[in-house]
């Protein structure tokens, strides 16, 4: 019989709480980089976290 503790628990998430902080592969290095955006600031920000790498971008 299952755990309580092992079992899912729904968080109720949506694809709109992932839209500001997104995890990708960073194309120089294939490890983890994040991308940030501020909608109200009109900001994205791309940081590679092994190969140092950052990006801005300002509409």
Do not use: G
Not at 12 to 18: A, K, Q, T
Request: overall charge positive; some cysteine; proline content about 3%.
């Amino acid at each position: 019989m299952p755990n309580k503790e092992n079992r899912f628990q729904d968080q109720n998430l949506r694809v709109s709480d992932f839209e500001q902080e997104v995890w990708v592969v960073c194309p120089q290095c294939a490890k983890k980089a994040i991308t940030r955006v501020d909608f109200e600031t009109k900001n994205a920000d791309y940081f590679a976290l092994f190969a140092v790498t950052t990006k801005k971008k300002t509409r």
